[in-house]
């Protein structure tokens, strides 16, 4: 029997297909957001073909299937806006303008990796993105960006912070601590939370209570809060424009549910639904709600993008990515003389 415990609940394209809403954006924004999507997309898809010849000495936790998340977010942030996120790096990083050359250098732990190879997937940081900090302990990142957005407050910035953080870090007292500071100092942060309803292979059920929804915790904390179909790039981005500017206005911290599922496995390459923990039925399921495609049908429908451009996007993204594999396999490792570089001792 087929098991689907966790259902897309979204509208889809349908709210943007007669409204307004649409009509509203230049059409080179539209595209671009597709081009994003894809670019993150065909980006893991070769770092999973490549995986496994083991070259690639990083932990690895792909974002395939959550891509809508990273792109309508980040697109929302101006560049100078800082980043800080959890273990799943790497839409966040390219949808913040992270250079694919320097990201892929880091999963090889070459010289030339944007955190000098010291961090590999899960510590992406790169200060020219605003790409502020990654950590692989869950909520961990949460109140160093909460400090980061006092800081912006204080010196009076025109950056803001925007944390990201999966379901799981919402049951970390971390969280509870730096959203009650967040809200008592009117802080510039924007909380992005991105329920898969996963944490590695825990069902979000046996976790947290029932019915008591993620965004309707934050908001009795008093955060501005709200719930959106994380499949949507265009729901996701006007949510996140909304909340940026509440947060940038001083009216203080915002949270953002988002609701996708993760395609691939918690962590490492391929789908790791085979040990039991999700029905491969409901992986499935959530593949009808492809952001990449959902949003390209939707672009087709408005005749704003065809087959022909789609492949020429598609052929200029693999040739990038191939140069950005090439670049990092042949870029120098570490040596040892460098061992104590960056580290600070009395
Ligand atoms: C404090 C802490 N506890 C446990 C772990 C082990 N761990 C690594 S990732 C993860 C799940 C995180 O799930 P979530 O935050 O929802 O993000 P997702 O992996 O779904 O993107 C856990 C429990 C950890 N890294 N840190």
Redesign the pocket.
Known sequence: MKLIKYKYSGKGFAPYLSGLKSNSYEKEFLIRFYRDMLRIRLIEEEIERRYHEDEMKSPI?L?IG?EASSVGSCGALRPEDQVYC???THGIYLAKGGNLKAMMSELYCRTTGCAGSRGGSMHLFDKSVGMAGSS?????AIPIATGAALKAQLTGESWIVAAF?????VE?GAFWEAVNFAVLKRLPILYFC???????C?PIEVRQPENAEIYKKAESFGLKSVKVDGTNVLEVYEASRNMVEYARSGKGPAFIESVAY?WRG??GAGDDSHTGYRDPAEVEHWQQFDPVKSYYDFLEQKNLLDGETRLAISKEIEAEVQEAFDFAINSPNPIEDDLYTHVYSD
């Open positions: 936790h974002v959550q959890g273990h799943r692989a302990i869950v909520a961990g953080l999966g379901d799981a870090a970390e991105e329920n898969n309803f996963f944490s590695v825990s993760r918690h962590g």
